[in-house]
């Protein structure tokens, strides 16, 4: 994950929501590559920075998942990330997946495309 995306975020630029896949994927790489350090800095900053707020799952986001599923043709996780945003007031969905770009529901941001140096605007 993107240090300075966690930075925008603490410094309150923008306000991020996080799913209990959201959580899951941001360990994946760093416990892989045995870095518990950086795992534990995502955990905690998952847990306890400001303008974070962790979504949990109920039948209504599955029900749109399962729509946007359908209609896109992409897998269920992938959908209930969408889906979850989509139940929010959230403006823009910021992703390492290029065929998330194809919903149309929202803005969708690619975290590759995001510059490191300058704040991230209009969203």
């Known amino acids: 994950m993107n240090n300075y995306l966690f930075d925008q975020i603490k410094d309150g630029v923008f306000s991020a929501i996080v ?15 045995g870095q518990m350090s950086t795992a534990d800095k995502y955990r905690n900053a998952i847990r306890n920075m400001p303008n974070i707020s962790n979504i949990k799952f109920d039948v209504e986001i599955g029900f749109m998942a399962g729509s946007l599923s359908a209609k896109y043709g992409l897998p269920l996780p992938d959908m209930l990330q969408v889906a979850a945003a989509l139940s929010q007031p959230a ?16 803005n969708v941001f690619l975290l590759s495309d995001l510059a490191t140096s300058s704040p991230i605007v209009n969203i």
């Open 19 to 33: 799913t209990p896949i959201t959580a899951a994927e941001v360990l994946v790489k760093p416990l892989k590559k």
């Open 91 to 106: 403006n823009a969905i910021i992703t390492n997946d290029r065929d998330i770009q194809r919903v149309q529901e929202t």
